[in-house]
């Protein structure tokens, strides 16, 4: 069994590292060829544009992991079974169970590693992403206007809609200038014509506006609506970069960008959020019932304060900062989030601080019962928790669902590949494409489904996996009756069955 193990994991080798190369390879030049015209356009150099495409192989190997394992088990096992192996395994006594056996193991191993990359290594590469699309999204925003759509000018507070763009020369017409920096002031430019362009130290952009007028309100004492026209005028762009610069401070991770330890931290202050939500309710409502009683309503306890956030402590959690802090050398410690280390800062209490007074009794007769508005507000705190907690736990059961799919993947495609021995490479890519194609529906819309509230999150991220796990064995268990592998064949003795299906025995004696 030893030597048949390591036999059946050599065939399945070459297959996975091809199709995993393709794969990744197919889907990066498709994401080369809708990205490429966008970047070169706002003259970035090639080293950014190299790191942004760098930067996306990640999301593809995410997707492509599984999807390799999936074409490498239907191949190799198209192939054991077309040279008649398979029958030769039967023969020599080994069964469906024992050729599983490696090819699981394996499934299993692909797995954890594939949970370990998407869990540490594709947040990481996420957020770096999603920083250097903000700060490239700062540079030239005159490539990246669209005629007739109301356009916001980073880092302004100005918006600006053309009917016409020239990207090369940067002439606009019909140009409308929409001022809201000021609470005090709204001003509405209109112009004929303009014209952009950059001052020598290419920071600033200079938009020139030809024939045009200007309509200002201020929200004074006194309201006043002021009109001027003007046959040329200038408006300076403070800080739109011509030249990319690299920003050092990192934009907020959302889900997609943490790792599964910060998402289960999330997941922890929502549910404080929801107790703090409950008691706040029962207070409300015990409150009321005192007052209807006649009786003076009890003082309300004070706030807890806000929900901490931060890395879970959980094993799984723990186990990995260790191991981090191994590799740091053991001097690192364990580091909490910036929201956790804020909140930290704005509950710690300094030694001799005076203790908070009391809240004060009820004064007699100003007892009043809780209004609809804080009752709601109260109940629509609870729902966003809930919601922001369902969308965070969804995260969390697709980073492992998405790992671990190559096991019904394999189970699935070992059965296809006995049933369908002759199926060569239609096989693999038409059976390979149509079992990832369900999975990833199914993937998408429980995803969806369980962001809405209407499924669990746990139930929506593991269908898939279930469907196709019940699929597999179904498979392999008519597989294992029929004993060898020639009543298999190709596709098409499928097709010809559901078209013209075998007719039912003939009665004895007939």
């Known amino acids: ?24 390879g197919v889907m990066l030049l498709n994401l080369i060829g809708r990205k490429f015209g966008s970047l070169v356009g706002k003259g970035l150099p090639w080293s950014v544009i190299g790191e942004v495409f760098l930067l996306s192989v990640p999301f593809l190997l995410a997707m492509t ?13 198209s192939q054991l079974a077309n ?48 920083n250097l699309y903000f700060d490239i999204a700062k540079k030239k925003p005159t ?7 109301i356009n916001r000018v980073p880092p302004s507070q100005y918006f600006l809609r053309a009917s016409r763009i020239d990207p090369g020369s940067g002439r606009l017409r019909s140009v409308s200038i929409y001022d809201v920096g000021q609470t005090e002031r709204r001003r509405i430019i209109y112009a004929d014509s303009g014209l952009m362009g950059y001052t020598p130290d290419g920071r600033d952009l200079i938009l020139r506006l030809f024939h045009g007028s200007v309509e200002q309100v201020t929200s004074a004492d006194r309201p006043l609506l002021e009109h001027t ?21 990192q934009l907020d991770r959302g889900d997609r960008e943490m790792t599964s330890c910060e998402l289960m931290g999330v997941v922890d202050s929502t549910r404080q959020e929801i107790r703090e939500a409950r008691a706040q309710r029962a207070d409300l409502t015990r409150s009321d019932v005192q007052i209807l009683l006649g009786r003076p309503p009890q003082p309300a306890p004070p706030p807890s304060g806000t929900a901490r956030q931060g890395p879970y402590r959980g094993a799984y959690c723990g186990a990995f900062a260790a191991i981090s802090r191994a ?52 109940r629509e705190r609870e729902q966003n928790a809930a919601r922001r907690g369902n969308r965070y736990r969804v995260e969390i059961h697709k980073k492992w669902s998405l790992s671990f799919a190559s096991i019904p993947f394999v189970l699935i495609a070992v059965a296809m590949a006995l049933r369908f021995p002759r199926g060569g490479m239609g096989l693999v890519l038409g059976g390979g ?4 194609a369900v999975f990833y529906v199914g993937l998408t819309a429980g995803e969806t489904l369980a962001d809405r509230g209407y499924a669990s999150p746990a139930l929506a991220m ?49």
Request: hydrophobic letters at 50%; glycine letters at 8%.
């Open 1 to 24: 069994m030893r030597v048949l193990s390591r036999y059946l994991l050599r065939q399945l080798a070459l297959p996975f590292l091809f199709g995993l190369l393709a794969l990744t």
């Open 229 to 249: 026209t003007f046959s040329t005028q200038e408006i300076v762009f403070k800080d739109v970069f011509d030249q990319l610069e690299r920003s050092e401070e």
């Open 65 to 77: 992991l599984p999807l390799a394992v999936l074409a490498a088990t239907l191949y190799a096992f």
């Open 83 to 130: 040279d008649s192996e398979i029958t030769a395994m039967r023969a020599g006594g080994v069964s469906t169970v024992g050729m599983l056996r490696p090819v699981l193991a394996w499934a299993v191993v692909m797995g954890l590693v594939t949970f370990g990359f998407v869990d540490q290594v594709l947040p990481r590469s996420n957020a770096r992403l999603r």
């Open 433 to 436: 494409m149509f079992v990832y």
């Open 327 to 378: 590799v740091r050398g053991g001097t690192a410690k364990p580091e909490g989030t910036a929201q956790e280390a804020q909140v930290a800062a704005s509950t710690e209490v300094a030694p001799n601080a005076p203790a908070a007074p009391a809240p004060a009794a009820p004064i007699a007769g100003a007892a009043r019962l809780s209004d609809n508005g804080t009752v709601a507000s109260v």
């Open 462 to 510: 593991w269908s898939p996996n279930i469907v196709l796990g019940a699929l597999a064995i179904a498979g392999l268990l008519l597989v294992h009756r029929a004993g060898g592998t020639s009543r298999g064949g190709e596709f098409a003795d499928l097709l010809r069955r559901v078209r013209r299906p075998t007719p039912p025995p003939a009665a004895p004696g007939r």
């Open 143 to 149: 490539f990246s206007l669209l005629e007739n759509v």
